[in-house]
């Protein structure tokens, strides 16, 4: 992959070599099972790519992420082959990075906004990213430091990327942190909603080892405000900070919604994937035609997971085209590679049913796109006459997600809350309720992960300054 004519010090690299992503498995080989797709650059070829980087005065891709990682500083640091300083330097504004970069929309984030998007290609700001934490993992350079124990005790609510990041934060500098989850299995949405093939399970549990030899403790199956109240929190706790997970799917409202054989994205995604035992309908695709409806990340995971699953055909169906997929376009092109199908511009109109009460066909109309306002979607409206139908044993709703409001009831009386439910917290992440902090889904409602993670990194140098502040 590497090319060792062109000089990787000058101005113009970036025109003299070739953008590649990190190599990728074959498509028929991958489709087999739930491995992680991707493979890391070699040496040669990170510094190679890191050098297309043109080095911005003003880098829009620092920007256009929501951590403002240093991007530019960490590509030339990675092109002259200093790649522990370089992993140093990422590990020093985010928490989890080989986690985040594994399933961060790079391409509408970073990559999108680098100034050689239009070009020769963006610099593959993921892949090195990717490459640079397994780097300092292999090297023994990825554990993270702590400062002494300071005797003050804080509650993190929540084991998903917010509770972690929130807690790995607090343990680096000196608190006693506790982590409390309803769920057997900690890492919220990223074992519960983030196939092994994109992000592996290894790849989570060895994050979770280091809190531990941090010194975080998890306690597991708490049945939260229950067994668990946050009246006890602030009891026996100096600062809590709340990062649970609180979204739902989206539900289909069309005529024969109710049929067997129709399932929400993440029920199917969990069916063979989870290590949690959970109460899952039985799925079975093998053979079996499958319909997804929606194009988001969620949608191309469940169609890379029913050809996995042995489904005979998997079609995607979405009410705009191909430009206005809001997936990731690496995630739309390993699926198309993968063998899914794709009917753009088409929207769902009834589910229909056999005499059983089982799918049978997916019925559709066709759509027309308007002009579109400045970075926005087009809308659509629907075409009379262009009804038809396609054949379906399953149907799989991926239309996103909605925000589930905080839990109410005396316990929770003095949270002010937002129009759908959400606590409302200041720029310090604080809540209406002093020593009770928040960040994530419950704040913002459903977001990326990353915006959890900067959450959490916000929060938990507030609590350092809050203890401070209040005393012993």
């Known amino acids: 992959m590497s090319s060792a004519s062109p000089n990787l010090n000058t101005k113009y690299a970036w025109s003299e070599l070739t953008q590649h992503g990190l190599p990728k498995r074959p498509a028929h080989e991958r489709a087999a099972d739930f491995l992680e797709i991707y493979g890391l650059y070699d ?31 960490w590509m030339l640091l990675t092109a002259e082959g200093r790649f522990l300083e370089a992993a140093a330097l990422l590990g020093s504004v985010t928490n989890m990075a080989e986690i985040c970069v594994r399933i961060c929309p790079s391409d509408h984030l970073c990559e ?129 900070f709340l990062g649970f997970d609180s979204r739902k799917a989206q539900p289909l409202e069309i005529p024969g919604a109710d049929l067997h054989g129709v399932v929400q994205a993440l029920p199917f995604l969990l069916q063979k994937t989870t290590p949690i035992p959970l109460d899952l309908p039985s799925i079975d695709v093998t053979g079996k035609k499958v319909v997804v409806l929606g194009a988001g990340d969620t949608a191309m995971d469940c169609l890379r997971a029913a050809i996995r699953y042995g489904a005979a055909e998997t079609t995607c169906v979405y009410r705009r085209g191909e430009a206005q997929m809001p997936c990731g376009h690496h995630e739309y092109e390993n699926a198309v590679e993968e063998g899914a199908r794709f009917v753009f511009q088409a929207a769902p109109v009834a589910v229909s049913g056999d005499e059983g009460g089982a799918v049978k066909a997916l019925r559709l109309v066709r759509t027309e796109l308007s002009a579109a306002e400045r970075d926005a979607r087009p809308a659509f409206r629907t075409l009379p006459g262009t009804e038809f139908t396609i054949e379906a044993d399953w149907v799989i709703p991926a239309l996103g997600f909605a925000p589930v409001p905080c839990p109410r009831g005396e316990d929770f009386k003095e949270l002010t809350r937002n129009e759908w439910g959400g606590i409302v917290v200041d720029a310090n992440q604080m809540t209406s309720m002093p020593g009770i902090f928040a960040g994530g889904d419950i704040v913002r409602g459903p977001s990326l992960i990353l915006h959890a993670v900067r959450d959490a990194r916000r929060a938990a140098t507030q609590i350092q300054k809050y203890l401070a502040a209040v005393g012993s």
């Open 43 to 73: 040496e040669a070829s990170a510094r190679e790519q890191a050098s297309r980087c043109i080095q911005c005065p003003n880098p829009s891709c620092v920007s256009g992420c929501p951590l403002c990682n240093p991007i530019p500083q």
């Open 112 to 240: 999108g906004a680098c100034i050689l998007e239009g070009l020769s290609g963006p610099v593959s700001i993921q892949g090195l990213e990717q490459f640079l934490t397994e780097y300092a993992f292999a090297h023994g350079k990825a554990e993270v430091s702590t400062a002494p124990p300071n005797g003050r005790k804080v509650a993190v609510v929540g084991s998903g990327p917010g509770g972690l990041a929130a807690a790995e934060e607090l343990a680096k500098k000196g608190y006693e942190v506790t982590i409390f989850d309803s769920a057997l299995v900690p890492g919220g949405l990223l074992v519960n909603g983030i196939p092994p093939f994109k992000l592996d399970r290894s790849i989570l549990q060895r994050r979770i080892d280091i809190l531990k030899r941090l010194g975080v403790t998890f306690h597991l199956g708490v049945k939260l405000w229950e067994e668990l109240t946050l009246s006890t929190l602030r009891t026996d706790f100096d600062a809590v």
